[in-house]
């Protein structure tokens, strides 16, 4: 599975759990670490840890290593190393404090759309 379609598994996840804004950012040539970035957020504590554990699970399924996974427990900004995609899963309040969309802003959209529909 090449990091296009973890893109596309991780999108879907994602959407599956109702996460909002769900947003991919092309790190390939600004990036040594990782070809895309995932940012997204749920509206609760609950909803974040929700969308992080499907995340996760479709990973392993998938027979995709989790490199990392951080702050499930405070489930208010969960990062998940799938390796050449990183996860950002966000409270929709650290979401707007952090602000990674305004950070990494040299990165191009890569759009996820098709995931949502499959």
């Known amino acids: 599975m090449n990091s296009y379609d973890v893109l596309m598994l991780v999108a879907k996840a994602a959407d599956d759990k109702r996460a909002e804004d769900i947003l991919a950012l092309n790190m390939k040539g600004l990036s040594s670490f990782a070809d895309y970035f995932v940012i997204c957020h ?3 504590d609950k909803q974040v840890e929700a969308i992080a554990r499907e995340i996760k699970e479709q990973a392993q399924l998938h027979e995709i290593e989790v490199k990392r996974l951080e702050g499930l427990d405070a489930a208010q900004w969960v990062l998940i190393d799938l390796g050449e995609v ?7 309040d650290e979401r707007s404090y952090y602000n990674l969309e305004k950070l990494w ?3 191009p ?8 529909t499959s």
């Open 42 to 44: 749920g509206n609760s």
């Open 86 to 92: 990183i996860v950002h899963v966000f409270h929709r």
């Open 105 to 107: 802003g040299d990165a």
């Open 109 to 116: 959209l890569e759009n996820v759309s098709e995931a949502f």
